[in-house]
């Protein structure tokens, strides 16, 4: 802006100088001196750039209140600042409540290791957005061993746990409160406490992430691990090779996340009751079914009502269709039902959307015609899915490329250029 030659009617047009601040607010430097004292340019020029501060001519605005106005728009520029500026903490503390990396530009003073300010600055850090909070990490090493600042920041932000002495890594009350972070939690916590079964119970309480941090012994223990599969049965994956073989957990973890099954003993891939439970939780748990129960009529209806797409995962070739089997754990027989068959399994499944269901069904499937116009009823691309026998039937063709016209690229090449009834109806569904 500096090199940019400006009449003198310019530097003292008002209409021309609020355009000029508000597409680069530093051009304000550009201006009549009465321009630069003017208000409403100078506002217009600070909301565009904060850097617009240093040009600013405001007589009734203090030094103050004209840096603070500056770190506000541009924390960063904290540098800028003269240390000898009255009220410096003030700003500083402006610019820390904005973005915390700003302190990491606060040089040649002694500010961090000042107890009161840090104080103030741990409690205001990220006021008004929660970027880059720091003051923490930069205070001395005196005052991150002082119990009231790191109290102080790890209440306003968990996370800044990590930055605090080792001594008071140890200390169980400030352990709890960083377990609120659901990244981290007491992942910095001393060893001593992650592996002390109160403290990490309390801090699952908290937040169940935090059963990732715990020691390896308390992975194990199955108070613990019950406690932490409550919360997310995902947790399943964390705990010990040998509580991956308790059936009542396994069932538990099932239950909250059926994902879960995939962490499980592979025994219980097998296990009727189990898969049941992870699939009616989440359907695209029958990937980790045995091969078996993927056949399973029960299995994979409770799977696709819960997720359509996990057809994909089914054996439906071998679904059962016939003889009911034994309640798991139980003598008795179930009372005989007439199970649904593949076809009606595949509509269903269709009918709820899945994209993919037709791709994954049997060549039977494929050449059904009922199958084929349910498919191209709900989603017109089934159509390229279906058998060369299907592709040459007139009805199914026409209903295809009424579907989408782009379809005539599948249909058989017998209807396109052997029958003149097919083209004429063609034609005239398109005029």
């Known amino acids: 802006?500096?090199?940019?030659?400006?009449?003198?009617?310019?530097?003292?047009?008002?209409?021309?100088?609020?355009?000029?601040?508000?597409?680069?607010?530093d051009s304000l430097q550009?201006?009549?001196?009465?321009?630069?004292?003017?208000?409403?340019?100078?506002?217009?020029?600070?909301?565009?750039?904060?850097?617009?501060?240093?040009?600013?001519?405001?007589?009734?605005?203090?030094?103050?209140?004209?840096?603070?106005?500056?770190?506000?728009?541009?924390?960063l520029s904290i540098y800028d600042v003269p240390k000898d500026t009255p009220n410096y903490k003030d700003i500083v503390l402006?610019?820390?409540?904005v973005d915390g990396k700003a302190f990491k530009y606060v040089f040649g003073t002694s500010l961090n290791d000042d107890k009161d300010f840090i104080l103030k600055a741990v409690q205001r850090e990220g006021e008004h957005t929660t970027k880059n909070n720091r003051v923490l990490e930069l205070a001395s090493p005196r005052l991150r061993d002082d119990r009231e600042v790191v109290l102080a920041g790890v209440r306003r932000k968990p996370w800044s746990?990590?930055?605090?002495?080792?001594r008071l890594r140890n200390d169980p009350e400030i352990a709890l409160l960083a377990a609120r972070d659901g990244l981290w939690g007491i992942k910095f916590a001393s060893n001593a406490l992650r592996a002390n079964k109160q403290v990490v119970m309390e801090a699952i309480k908290v937040n169940p992430c935090n059963f990732e941090s715990a020691s390896p012994d308390l992975q194990g223990d199955l108070d613990v691990a019950k406690l932490a599969i409550a919360g997310d049965g995902a947790h399943l994956r964390i705990v010990s090779k040998e509580l991956r073989s308790n059936r009542d957990l396994v069932l538990a973890a099932v239950s909250n996340n059926g994902f879960a099954l995939k962490f499980a003993d592979p025994v219980f891939r097998g296990d009727r009751e189990i898969v049941l439970c992870a699939v009616k939780n989440r359907g695209d748990a029958l990937q980790f079914a045995s091969p078996e129960l993927c056949g399973d009529h029960e299995v994979v209806n409770a799977a696709i009502s819960n997720d359509s797409s996990s057809i994909k995962w089914a054996n439906i070739k071998d679904l059962v269709v016939s003889a009911p089997r034994a309640v798991l754990g139980s003598a008795t027989k179930r009372p005989a039902q007439k199970p649904r068959e593949e076809k009606e399994l595949l509509i269903e499944a269709i009918r709820?959307?899945?994209?993919?269901?037709?791709?994954?069904?049997?060549?039977?499937?494929?050449?059904?015609?009922?199958?084929?116009?349910?498919?191209?009823?709900?989603?017109?691309?089934?159509?390229?899915?279906?058998?060369?026998?299907?592709?040459?039937?007139?009805?199914?063709?026409?209903?295809?490329?009424?579907?989408?016209?782009?379809?005539?690229?599948?249909?058989?090449?017998?209807?396109?250029?052997?029958?003149a009834a097919f083209l004429s109806e063609l034609a005239s569904n398109a005029r």
Not at 12 to 23: E, P, Q
Not at 94 to 97: M, P, Q
């Open 161 to 166: 746990f990590r930055h605090a002495s080792a």
């Open 352 to 419: 709820k959307g899945t994209s993919d269901a037709l791709y994954h069904a049997s060549d039977a499937m494929k050449d059904d015609e009922e199958v084929i116009l349910e498919g191209i009823k709900c989603d017109f691309q089934n159509y390229k899915h279906s058998s060369h026998r299907i592709r040459s039937i007139n009805a199914i063709a026409l209903r295809a490329v009424e579907a989408k016209y782009s379809n005539i690229r599948l249909v058989a090449r017998t209807c396109l250029f052997n029958d």
């Open 94 to 97: 402006a610019a820390v409540a």
């Open 30 to 75: 550009l201006f009549d001196a009465k321009l630069r004292k003017d208000r409403q340019v100078v506002e217009v020029a600070l909301a565009q750039s904060g850097t617009a501060a240093r040009f600013s001519l405001l007589e009734e605005e203090t030094a103050t209140e004209k840096w603070i106005r500056h770190v506000t728009s541009s924390p």
């Open 1 to 25: 802006p500096e090199q940019v030659p400006l009449s003198p009617r310019l530097r003292a047009n008002k209409s021309f100088a609020l355009k000029a601040v508000g597409f680069r607010g």
